[in-house]
């Protein structure tokens, strides 16, 4: 498979453990943020998004947390699957910047069976 | 499968030429956005269009191009190609600016 990235900080995980990757966003105009997952040779997966008017947001097996005043973003996976393994990236976007989607770096997360 | 396809997958071609990569949005998104991923950068904004016209330019060099045709696919032009040209190449799509985008699979782009 293709590698995504090198230098990614990588989170190890026991299968069937819980998940949090973290996110510090730069801009206290984003508006909108949204996770996405990589898996190896693939192309980046919508996850889950989230509206700054929103704190916490939650889907299948997945919530999103939102913390504007320090600027940070979680993701927190439940009952982590082997599945899970890939490269999350957070993503910001600034509507009054013409809705330009800002990537982080990404974490790699591992799923130790 | 998101419903945007790129071509080609692969791509192996000399430093100097030029090259275009092909994008085919999801059925009824406008909006069509490019990235490039290198192992170095992460996702890199390149630029955006909706309905044909360019709404958002990011970090892409002079020698690169792009276009949206009235049928909403889109082609990315590379052009004198270096090597560090060399990178995955993602289209996304989104039904409207703001609304998430749905990526390819990406072009893999070599430059020897």
């Known amino acids: 498979g293709e590698s995504v990235g090198l230098h990614l900080p990588t989170l190890s995980v026991q299968e069937g453990d819980n998940s949090i990757i973290n996110c510090a966003y730069s801009?206290?105009?984003?508006?909108?943020f949204i996770w996405y997952k990589q898996e190896s040779g693939k192309g980046p997966q919508f996850i889950i998004d989230?509206?700054?008017?929103?704190d916490k947001r939650q889907g299948q097996r997945v919530t999103v947390l939102l913390n504007k005043t320090v600027k940070h973003l979680s993701l927190q996976i439940a009952a982590t699957q082997p599945g899970d393994s890939a490269v999350y990236f957070c993503a910001e976007n600034i509507e009054a910047a013409g809705n330009k989607l800002t990537f982080g770096g990404g974490t790699r997360v591992l799923v130790k069976p | 499968d998101s419903g945007v396809t790129q071509t080609p997958k692969h791509l192996i071609t000399a430093t100097g030429q030029r090259v275009t990569l092909r994008c085919s949005p999801r059925?009824?998104?406008?909006?069509v956005y490019w990235y490039q991923q290198s192992l170095d950068q992460g996702l890199q904004f390149l630029i955006q269009y909706y309905n044909g016209e360019e709404r958002a330019k990011g970090n892409i060099l002079e020698r690169f191009s792009a276009q949206q045709f009235p049928d909403l696919h889109s082609e990315l032009n590379l052009s004198s190609l270096e090597l560090g040209d060399s990178a995955l190449y993602f289209c996304?799509?989104?039904?409207?600016?703001?609304?998430?985008?749905?990526f390819g699979n990406g072009t893999r782009l070599t430059v020897t």
């Open positions: 059925s009824g998104d406008l909006s």
């Open positions: 996304a799509s989104s039904s409207s600016p703001g609304s998430p985008l749905h």
């Open positions: 801009n206290s105009a984003s508006d909108y």
């Open positions: 989230i509206r700054s008017n929103m």
